[in-house]
């Protein structure tokens, strides 16, 4: 018996080859990051944009689209036709651009890249602007010409790759309440924390004790390890596939802090493809969400359940195991020192309250560049400007811990960074609806009952991947749309509470 | 100006792009090896599926046949000329299997090399047997598809893959010579060492410790660690591309040796990728000449120089310092211990001696299997048989350590075994020629000045590539083809002089 959807099903085979080769692509940029060595980097770059080549010109097969047009018209279940929505998603952003393009992107940004990672430490912002602009140049171009297909303005065009249906409209108002009570509540928070005496960890802690420890944690927090692994990288990440999911951290002797809250993050995002669903993986449809989705399982598991105070409460006695019992371990010291707000340079290490203030820098900041109200050269002027006015910190001359921080720019990844934020105000939903659902929540957590947590988020989100729009799929969770609220509320109750 | 030779430039290009491919083909498999957890087993190998049937397809395209003929009548230099000649190896071997045999060769040996990871340490040989069966079925139908495009015979056709223009007449006459004076051998030096005092050392020897050696040993070796790296395996090998070697190997805490003499033994591998020329990296004429070439190196590296009594005398302090000062490795016990000849049922532990009777067995029951003479049922008492009489060992109902010690089976490497005796020879060859040439060799390498050796290699092996035929890079490298005289020269001189 012959297929009652043959367009349909060479699609959906044309995407499972998708993913074979994405497989490979996704392992190579892992590696790229975990272990390759410095003279390797050239002939990766080069392999990388083969692939990329050969993605894309599957992607714009014109008998693809021919495809796609008459599986439009086959009887199709809702799930199909789920995966045939995302499909069109998909063709429609890669049949924006050329071929020639999307090989310049992958080849500036992997010579930038390369390039930042000794400019950086040598604060050389001189050095980055001459393979940044590369970078910039094809960014603008993919963005005008993604605009003109999708009629939406040219930041809107990029950002809408991370978080499809988000508009620059809705962030700005978003952004804008956040920046009116942003610096209020920053304020209250360190006044009531003036007094609090916190009692800082002493070091050193061996490399091996800290791994020893994250991965300890990373089990506690359900990483399956049968399907996945944690190595080093200067930019922790979680890679790798669905079937094989790769974080990376880094670990400094003279702190356990970041390296044991980055993993906890890294492992959000982890566990959300790790349960993805099984059934049509390579499929669109099967894909997480969104970006801000996926920054909300991470801020779910670092941010809302990391500083839990019953979590922490289960953490002490680990760290005391790892590195010997000391004063600073004891649960509320712990508490209080992952809670604590100090405005600083360097977002990666912001803590929960501060960070969003980073994070509307950067939009407004990549915003512009990609709109050409602004050009590379005027970002320093700005980020001072920016960072003094939004955490009264003087980043003037210091390029290494300012705009050369972070390897989204370098990477061409403009139209991410909004998802952070937006990732925090969902993360703040889910626990909110979590309460609502399982009103002992927090005396589970407190107990180290975190299962009902975590099929509560494989349930209403890993589980659901792209099956439904975000705002369907918050409804579905949460039975409302995105809602700042939570975010406003959570942050008032854990710091001003 | 256009060029004068569009048509070899259009072969170039579409080697050029396979060489991109291959680097990502690579890498995976590297990464299944040293790191993949084992639920990512089945997306591994559907992904590397994909990227043979893809490298296939692009090797089999009737547009590069016709290129190729073209490029034939072009105005080509002498290194063009070989590179074609190469491309026509490449593609007669690629041409002879339908892509779908390919497919099922890759999935069959992925499946099986998986099951046998398992099955091994269970010595469980009647499970290996039921996927067993499906690898040895396809390599079958492969030699017969190769056998009637080459004329050659069905194990002949395999083993050319591996060593162009070697055959079975040729291995039958050098190997039946060796089992002539083999246990002559065997017997003479084990009589002569029964008398020796030898010191076992002491252990255990930590993990980071033995690697902090083997990398310290690479780097005498003159491995470049910003193109490569040392990481851990089941079974050790040589991986990744030419511009980022990835090696392996594997530690026990009681021994260090195995670890040590095997990382030397990659090394060899290693500096030869490292080495070959850059002008034409990707283009088959760059790649290196044969498998048996490549032995010559790693066993250059391990056998010649890792056991010269020299480089042993260098070696010694590094494992006091590595491990603590204890007598046994004071160097002349180091240099007793590394050339004890005794008689067991490992291959890759062998001695220089006894290995090659290894190989001898291996070569009988491959070659049989392949040429339909035997069932794989029958390897089991062919293996104790032959085991018996070469050596002397019972191996009677012990498949762990009997045919299923190695991945070659598994994997479908049909035809490579007797390159290790080959390049046995070989290296014996190279390092009388380089007596030859430097005849202070033996003195330089007891002081540790091993550049003029690695300088030899590189001028004569390395960098000539598959510039030559094996025969005409032997000539030229040594000024006589393959002569197994050296071989027997070596071992007498080392264990009965």
Chains 1, 2 share one sequence.
Not at 33 to 58: C, F, I, V, Y
Not at 238 to 251: I, K, M, S, W, Y
Request: proline fraction near 5%; charge should be negative.
């Amino acid at each position: 018996m012959s297929s009652p959807t043959p367009a349909y099903d060479a699609v959906a085979a044309t995407y499972t080859r998708l993913h074979h080769f994405g497989h490979l692509q996704s392992l190579a940029s892992w590696d790229q990051s975990a272990n390759m060595p410095a003279k390797g980097n050239e002939a990766r770059a080069a392999a990388l944009a083969e692939m990329a080549a050969l993605l894309h010109r599957m992607r714009t097969d014109p008998a693809l689209a021919a495809q796609i047009e008459r599986a439009e018209q086959e009887p199709l279940s809702e799930l199909q036709r789920a995966n045939l929505r995302e499909v069109g998603r998909d063709w429609r952003s890669a049949n924006a651009l050329p071929e020639s393009l999307v090989q310049r992107r992958q080849l500036a940004t992997a010579r930038c890249e390369h390039a930042w990672r000794s400019q950086r430490p040598a604060n050389d912002w001189a050095g980055f602007l001459s393979h940044f602009g590369d970078v910039l140049a094809v960014a603008r171009e993919e963005a005008t010409l993604l605009a003109a297909q999708t009629g939406l303005s040219r930041y809107d065009a990029l950002m809408d790759q991370y978080e499809p249906g988000m508009r620059t409209a809705v962030v700005d108002r978003l952004f804008g309440d956040l920046r009116q009570w942003l610096p209020g509540l920053i304020r209250q928070a360190r006044e009531r924390q003036a007094g609090e005496r916190v009692i800082e960890p002493t070091g050193p802690f061996a490399v091996a004790a800290q791994r020893a420890l994250c991965e300890q944690v990373m089990g506690v927090l359900g990483f399956d390890f049968d399907a996945g692994r944690l190595d080093v990288s200067a930019h922790p990440f979680c890679g790798g596939v669905p079937e094989d999911v790769r974080l990376t951290t880094r670990f400094a002797e003279h702190s356990f802090i970041g390296s044991l809250m980055g993993t906890i993050h890294e492992t959000g995002h982890g566990r959300y493809e790790q349960n993805l669903p099984r059934a049509l993986l390579g499929q669109p449809v099967a894909q997480a969400r969104s970006s801000a989705l996926h920054e909300s399982q991470s801020l779910s598991f670092e941010m809302q359940l990391g500083r839990h105070p019953g979590f922490v409460q289960r953490l002490a006695p680990l760290l005391s195991a790892s590195f010997g019992s000391q004063p600073a371990f004891d649960a509320q010291n712990l508490h209080r020192l992952l809670t604590r707000v100090r405005p600083g340079l360097i977002r990666v290490d912001a803590d929960e309250v501060t960070y969003p203030a980073h994070v509307i820098l950067r939009y407004e900041i990549e915003r512009a560049l990609i709109e050409g109200e602004i050009e590379a050269a005027d970002i320093p002027a700005l980020w001072d400007e920016k960072m003094m006015d939004l955490l009264g910190v003087d980043s003037r001359g210091n390029h290494k811990d300012g705009a050369l921080q972070d390897v989204h720019w370098p990477a061409g990844l403009f139209g991410y960074f909004p998802c952070y934020t937006l990732g925090a105000m969902y993360a703040a939903q889910w626990f909110a609806a979590l309460r609502r659902d399982l009103p002992d929540l927090d005396a589970r957590i407190g107990r180290g009952d975190l299962a009902p947590l975590f099929n509560w988020l494989r349930e209403r989100i890993w589980s659901a991947a792209s099956r439904w729009t975000t705002d369907e799929l918050a409804q579905r969770a949460s039975a409302e749309a995105l809602n700042p609220a939570h975010y406003r509320a959570h942050l008032e109750a854990r710091y001003l509470g």
